[in-house]
C-alpha cells in the first residue's frame, strides 16, 4: 500500500492530492519510487496522453521501471538519484512552452524539488499537480548550520552536517523543498525524548 | 480587519481635480487629463489600475470606473480615454458632451485589480476596442523595465483604431493589429502555441471576448493564474425593486435607472464600494432574506454564493421581498 493520510496540520505543510490527466500540449512527470503507482493509474485513467508524455523516474531500489515503459511515453528516462536526474529536469523546463502539464509524484523530498524547478522555469505552483506515495520520510533543513538531511524517518533525529539533535517541524519552505529541523536540547544539551517513528 | 487605516467614508479617497485637456481621438473616443487642484503630484501608479470619476450630470452623481492610461511615472497628469457609449446610462455620454478643459472634478485614487504579474518571463497584451487603455500605462511601465512584452489589438476599423498611429509608430515590432472589416482576427490558437512557460495573457475587452480567451487558454493547458482579464459592467436598468435595509432600518426603492448601492447612497447609506463595476468585491453584501429571483451581473461572487450575497453595484432583484445586511 502505497497511499497514506497526512494528518491535519499548520497551514505551511503542503497538501498534496491525486493526479489527474488535464488538457495540454506536453505532459511532464517527475516520480519516485512507488510514485510510478500513481503513474501507472493516470495512464489507466487517460491512455492517449502517453503520447506527449515525458516520464523522468528515480527508482530508489523498486522495480517498476519495465511497466512503466510498457505505458510508451513519448520519452523515458531512468536516473539513479534526483540529483543525478535534476540536470535533465532542467534541461526539460528550459525548452519547455506554456500548456506543458506538470505531475509530480513520489516522496516528498522528489514532488518538493522538482516543484522548486518548475517554480523557476515560471510555473505557478498552483498549476502543479502532486500526489504522494511511497515513504513517509521528510528532507529536512537544519535551522542552526543550514544543512539538509535527506529521508529523515524519526523523530528527533542527528543533523547529517553539524550532529545537533533536531526536533521535525511541519513548517515547511517551497523555495528550500524541505521541512524545519530545530534543536530539541538547546536548553538542556543531553536531554533529548528517544527517537520515534514519524506519524507513529 | 485589515491592517489598512479603516476609512470614515465608503470608497477610494478622493482628490479634486482640474480637466486640463480633452483631446478626440477618433468618432467615438476622447481623451480627458487631469491636473490636482492642490498643486501636488499624483499618486504613482501600477499599469492597470483605475480610477472612478465622478461626476454632476444635473444634479445626478455618476460614478464611472476607467482605467488610467497614462505614464504611471508621471505624476503630473493623469489621463483616462472614454469611449462614448450612446446607449449607456449616460456617463460616458456626460464625459463627452459637457466635461470641458477648466472643470473642475473628483476623481478617487486609483485601485488596481488587473496589475503586472511581475514575475512574468512574457506579457502578451489581447485588446479588444476600448480595452486597449490599461495596455497603455502597462506598455509605459514594462518599457521602462526593458520588460518582454507584445500586443494584440482588434479594433473595427482603421478610423476608430484608437492609439494605433503612436502604437505602431513607437513599438513596430512588438504592436499587432487586427482589422475587423478586413475580416482580420486573432489566431489565438496559433498565438497562445508555443509561448515561453512563465508567459502571462491580459485581455481587456468585450465580454465574449474575455471568455473566448480564458476558454482557449485553459483548453490549451494554460494554468489559470497566467490569464488575467478586466471587465467593468456598467449597472443594467431593469425593473424597479424594493429592499430593505436591516442595519440602516431603512426599506428603500430601487428605480428602474439607477442601481441598488445608487440607491442606498441616495438614502444616505454608506455603503462601501471601489470600482462599482462587479469587479473588486468591496460592496458584496449578505441577504437575509429573499423572496424571489436574483440577476447577479457581478465577476465577483462564487456560484455557491449566489442568493446567499449580492453586488449592489450591478445585479438587482425580481420579487416579492429582498432583505439584506447593510
Redesign the interface.
Known sequence: MSKFQFPESIKSRPVYGTLEPRPGKYHLMIADAEGAEAILDIAAADPSIMAKTHIIYIPRGTDFGAKLRALNPAQYYEGPSYAASVTRIQRVLQDAHMGTQVYLTGTEGLMGQAQNECMQAGIPHTAIQTEHRGSVARRMQCVHCKGITEDVETDPFVCSHCGLNLFVRDHYSRRLAAFQGVCIDAEDPGNVPEAVELYK | MSAAPQKAKAGAEKIDVTVSAVVPLNDLVTRFEFTRNDGQRFPTFSAGAHTVVHMNDGGTPRLNPYSLMSDPADTGTYAISVRRDDQGRGGSLFMHQNVKVGDQMEITYPVNLFSLDL???KHVFLAGGIGITPFMAMIAQLERSNGNWELHYSVRTEALGTYVDQLTYKYPNKVHIYYDDQKQGIALEDL????????NVYVCGPKGMIDWVHATA?????????VHSEEFTAPQPGKPFEVRLCKSDKTITVGENESLLEAMEREGVDAPFLCRGGACGQCETDVVSSDGEFIHRDHWLEPEDHGKKIMPCVSRFVGKSLEIDR
Do not use: E, F
Request: charged share 20%; aromatic share 4%; hydrophobic share 35%.
Open positions: 514575475r512574468a518571463k497562445l502555441d508555443g509561448q515561453p512557460l512563465g508567459t485553459s483548453a490549451a493547458g494554460w494554468p489559470d493564474a497566467n
